[in-house]
């Protein structure tokens, strides 16, 4: 019976100890993992929708200038190695491309010089194709992409810039199905990326939402003029964080005396709510009655 009750007890701290160093090892992994996963993504996005397109016209351009990549290439095995797959197999074991296929097309030996000089001119093309898969080119057009993504920024920062795209928005804006949904992505776009911060000045404690209760707060700096007339008290306008999630809360104005300056960092007041206040600075710890 006392076995029982020891391995009962074995067990379950082994089972606390593992969940405790699961969640330690997932707390640990899940941002990682997150940040890869949004880089990944913007990648793609990037990639998919503008750099291939520059690459396609970096290939074009190629072909039009030279015939024939300069670069060094085995046009037999790479072929194989970078071409799109068939479902034959070639003599080696290897599955046969359509690449391959072209470049040994028999009408590159037709004595029709008209038809000859198409096909000529599709086999270079070929190449070229090959040439940029093997030496991956179109990390190239990846790069272009974000010069002109930043090109696109610069341009609308100056003054015709801004004015252009505002233009173009208030179009938008007008067409039915696009302004149901193009004001709500860029609320969300304009919140992430935007680079213009709230300038939190302290962080307060405030009695929210009830004279019992006390909440923490940023305090973002005066209140509206019109509030500020209307009340004989001087007031500060504080930014309520809610938690988990800061980034959401609540923004009251509250008289001055009713708050009480904390001596803790913005971060620290972060961290504080993000962990539903399990995270205290050293400055902060939690009170003990005597």
């Not at 610069?154 to 067409?175: C, H, K, M, P």
């Not at 509206?224 to 500060?236: C, G, T, Y």
């Amino acid at each position: 019976m006392k076995s029982d009750t020891s391995f009962g007890v074995a067990k379950q701290h082994f089972m606390d100890d593992f969940r405790k160093l699961f969640l330690r090892g997932l707390a640990a992994l899940v941002p990682t993992l997150l940040t890869i996963a949004i880089l990944v993504w913007s990648y793609r996005l990037i990639n998919d929708n503008v750099g291939v397109h520059i690459t396609e016209g970096l290939l074009w351009i190629c072909s039009e200038i030279r015939e024939e990549p300069a670069l060094p290439l085995d046009v037999e095995q790479d072929s194989l190695t970078y071409g799109t797959q068939l479902n034959e197999l070639h003599d080696s074991g290897q599955p046969l491309t359509l690449e391959y296929k072209i470049i040994h097309h028999k009408s590159l030996s037709d004595p029709d010089p008209e038809k000859r000089a198409r096909f000529e001119k599709l086999r270079n093309k070929v190449l070229w194709q090959i040439a940029f898969r093997k030496y991956r080119f179109h990390l190239l057009g990846f790069f272009m992409a974000i010069i002109l993504v930043y090109f696109v920024g610069f341009f609308l920062a100056s003054f015709i810039g801004r004015t252009s795209w505002r233009a173009a928005e208030s179009l938008l804006y007008r067409v039915p199905l696009i302004r149901a949904i193009y004001p709500h992505i860029k609320q969300v776009t304009d919140f992430l990326l935007s680079d213009r911060k709230v300038d939190f000045s302290s962080v307060v404690a405030v009695r929210y939402p009830s004279k019992d209760i006390w909440s923490l707060g940023l305090s973002t700096g005066g209140p509206m003029s019109q509030v500020q007339d209307a009340s004989p008290d001087e007031l500060v306008t504080v930014f309520i964080p809610s938690s988990p999630t800061p980034v959401t809360g609540y923004v009251i104005q509250v008289p001055r005396k009713d708050t009480i300056q904390l001596n803790m960092t913005i971060d620290e007041a972060l961290r504080f709510s993000v962990s539903g206040g399990v995270i205290k600075p050293g400055t902060a710890l939690t009170a003990r009655k005597a």
